[in-house]
T-cell receptor
Framework: EAQVTQNPRYLITVTGKKLTVTCSQN?????MSWYRQDPGLGLRQIYY???????DKGDVPEGYKVSRKEKRNFPLILESPSPNQTSLYFC????????????????FGQGTRLTVV | DAKTTQPPSMDCAEGRAANLPCNHS???????VYWYRQIHSQGPQYIIH???NNETNEMASLIITEDRKSSTLILPHATLRDTAVYYC???????????????FGKGTKLSVKP
């Protein structure tokens, strides 16, 4: 089954304790990205990657790091989490479109609910 | 900011067609209209997209006006499981650089009632 898998689904941590949220996709997609969703602010892109070893900042990158060493994995790293990073996080992947290619929709993971106390 | 305007909420009776409108009066010639939905706090799910022709798939139909300034997503026979927030997004089809960023607005909360 084609899917994007995030782990963990729920996480409560303390301020300053480094954490990593993993994201893996089995569709051989080139493009991957991370979003956070907050009440009243909607979904906002944190970082994206167009392919292995190619990453770039989205709209709200402060306090986050990412890496793309393998095509299927795109972990989100919080080096020193703070309470304002309490949020619902989504990973997404998409194929790179080309003439004759199929649909270019994004596939989202099930989300990671992070609480930083 | 989102380039689209949607009503904040709508109700629909189960089994009836749900027609969700979206205004995108500033759409450019190379921009597509995409629809996603989010059920409760699950990851958004792609529904359909189109450029200027009407589109239909197994989930829904998309009707785009001739001037492309508005569109309507149609769920032909809504079920309780279609209760969700529906997002209309305008963007180019490619993923070059920041083009891959999906700008989600507030969407329309559709409630399907028995």
């Amino acid at each position: 089954e084609a899917q994007v898998t995030q782990n963990p689904r729920y996480l409560i941590t303390v301020t300053g304790k480094k954490l990593t949220v993993t994201c893996s996709q089995n569709m051989n997609h080139e493009y991957m990205s991370w979003y956070r969703q907050d009440p009243g602010l909607g979904l906002r892109q944190i970082y994206y990657s167009m392919n292995v070893e190619v990453t770039d900042k989205g709209d709200v990158p402060e306090g986050y790091k990412v890496s793309r060493k393998e095509k299927r994995n795109f972990p989100l790293i919080l080096e020193s989490p703070s309470p304002n990073q309490t949020s619902l996080y989504f990973c997404a992947s998409s194929p790179t479109p080309s003439p004759g290619r199929g649909r270019t929709e994004a596939f989202f993971g099930q989300g990671t609910r992070l609480t930083v106390v | 900011d989102a380039k689209t305007t949607q009503p904040p909420s709508m109700d629909c009776a189960e089994g009836r067609a749900a027609n969700l409108p979206c205004n995108h009066s500033t759409i450019s010639g190379n921009e597509y209209v995409y629809w996603y939905r989010q059920i409760h706090s699950q990851g958004p799910q792609y529904i359909i997209h189109g450029l200027k022709n009407n589109e239909t798939n197994e989930m829904a139909s998309l009707i785009i006006t001739e001037d492309r300034k508005s569109s309507t997503l149609i769920l032909p026979h809504a079920t309780l499981r279609d209760t969700a927030v529906y997002y209309c997004i305008v963007r180019v089809a490619g993923y070059g650089g920041s083009q891959g960023n999906l700008i989600f607005g507030k969407g329309t909360k559709l409630s399907v009632k028995p």
